[in-house]
C-alpha cells in the first residue's frame, strides 16, 4: 500500500498542504475532492514523488518513494496529469505505446497495448495524430497509455493516479472510464487515487472520498459519510442540496439549487 504521513508543502509563505495522512490500500476506488485551489493537485504530486514535501513522507510498499529506481516505480505507478501536452505529432498508437517505454523490448509488449485500446475503447483513433485530437479523446488515450503501463500477465500491485480524468468526457465515456477504474480495483491487487470535480460521480463510484479545503484532509469516509448537505456546503459554499440517487439505494447525489 502507498502510505503517506504529515505531509506539509508551502510556497510564498501559504501552506498549500497542511498535515496530510492517508493510505491507499489495494482494492480501492478512493477520489479527492475540494473547491478549486484547496491544493488537491499538489497532493497528488507529492503523492506520486514529483514533488517533495517540506516535511512529512510518502513510503510506498514500506519504502520511502524518493528511494524507488524510475524504472520500477514506471511498472507498478502510473500518473495522469491535470494537462497532459505532448509538442511532438506522436499517432495516438504512438503514444499509448509509450506506456511500454519502462519494459524495453518485452515479448509482452503488443498484448498489452491490444488490451488498453480495447479496455479504453480507443481503437478507431489508433492512426490519429495525438495533437489533432479533442480534449476527451485526449484522456481517453491518456488513460489507455497508463492501462498498457501497468498491465501485467499475472495481478501485482499497482498503483493509478488521476487528476480529474474526465473533466472532458461525455456522459458515456466519464461512465464508461469510472466502471473501468473499478473494475480494475476489484479483479485484482489495484489501488486508484483520483481527483474529481463531479461529486455525482465520485458518489457512484468510490469506495472512499477524501475532502481536502485549503491544504487540509476535513473529512474522509464513504460517499454517504463525506457528500452530506452540511459538509458540502460548509466547504464548498454552495448552495445545494443532497438527495439519494434513484436506483442506487444509500448512494448520495448533489444538486445545486436554482
Ligand atoms: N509552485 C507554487 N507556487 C505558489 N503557489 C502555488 C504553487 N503551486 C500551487 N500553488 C497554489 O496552491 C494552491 C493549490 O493548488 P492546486 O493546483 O494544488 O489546487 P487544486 O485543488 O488542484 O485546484 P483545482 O481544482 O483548480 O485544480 C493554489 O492556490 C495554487 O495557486
Ligand atoms: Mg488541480
Same mark, same amino acid.
Given at each position: 500500500?502507498?502510505?503517506a504521513? !504529515?505531509? +506539509? ?6 501552506? %498549500?498542504i ?15 475532492? @475540494?473547491? !478549486? @485551489? ?8 507529492? =503523492?506520486?514523488?514529483? =514533488? ?7 513510503? =510506498? ?16 505507478r502510473?500518473?495522469?496529469? #491535470?494537462?497532459?501536452?505532448?509538442? $511532438? *505529432? ?5 503514444v ?5 517505454? *519502462?519494459?524495453g ?5 503488443? #498484448?498489452? %497495448? ?24 485526449? #484522456? ?14 499475472? *495481478?501485482?500491485?499497482?498503483?493509478? $493516479? ?12 466519464? #461512465? ?10 476489484r479483479?485484482? &491487487? $489495484?489501488?486508484?487515487? +483520483?481527483? =474529481?470535480?463531479? /461529486? !455525482? /460521480? ?12 485549503? @491544504? ?6 464513504? &460517499?454517504?459519510?463525506?457528500? !452530506? ?14 438527495c439519494e440517487? *434513484?436506483?442506487?439505494? @444509500? ?8
Amino acid at each position: 500500500m502507498l502510505r503517506a504521513e !504529515n505531509l +506539509t508543502y508551502s510556497r510564498l509563505n501559504k501552506k %498549500i498542504i497542511n498535515d496530510v495522512s492517508l493510505d491507499l490500500v489495494p482494492g480501492q476506488l478512493v477520489t479527492i475532492i @475540494g473547491p !478549486n @485551489g484547496a491544493g488537491k493537485s499538489t497532493l497528488l504530486r507529492i =503523492l506520486t514523488g514529483y =514533488l517533495a514535501p517540506d516535511s512529512g513522507r510518502c513510503l =510506498l510498499q514500506d519504502r520511502c518513494l524518493s528511494q524507488w529506481p524510475h524504472l520500477e516505480l514506471a511498472k507498478i505507478r502510473g500518473v495522469m496529469n #491535470q494537462q497532459s501536452g505532448l509538442s $511532438f *505529432p506522436f499517432s495516438v498508437r504512438d503514444v499509448i505505446a509509450m506506456g511500454r517505454a *519502462p519494459y524495453g523490448k518485452h515479448k509482452l509488449n503488443q #498484448q498489452a %497495448i491490444d488490451c488498453a485500446v480495447e479496455m479504453t475503447e480507443c481503437g478507431t483513433l489508433l492512426n490519429r495524430n495525438y495533437n489533432q485530437l479533442s480534449g476527451g479523446e485526449k #484522456q481517453r488515450v491518456q488513460l489507455g497509455r497508463l492501462m498498457a503501463q501497468l498491465w501485467h500477465s499475472s *495481478p501485482e500491485q499497482r498503483y493509478l $493516479f488521476l487528476d480529474e480524468p474526465t473533466s472532458a468526457l461525455d456522459l458515456y465515456h466519464q #461512465q464508461h472510464t469510472l466502471r473501468l477504474l473499478k473494475k480494475m480495483t476489484r479483479g485484482a &491487487p $489495484f489501488s486508484v487515487c +483520483t481527483i =474529481l470535480h463531479d /461529486l !455525482n /460521480l465520485a458518489a457512484l463510484y468510490a469506495d472512499k472520498v477524501l475532502l481536502l479545503h485549503q @491544504g487540509t484532509l476535513v473529512a474522509s469516509g464513504t &460517499p454517504k459519510e463525506v457528500l !452530506n448537505t452540511e459538509l458540502l456546503t460548509r466547504w464548498y459554499q454552495a448552495d445545494l442540496c443532497v438527495c439519494e440517487h *434513484p436506483e442506487s439505494q @444509500g448512494l448520495p447525489q448533489v444538486c445545486l439549487k436554482r
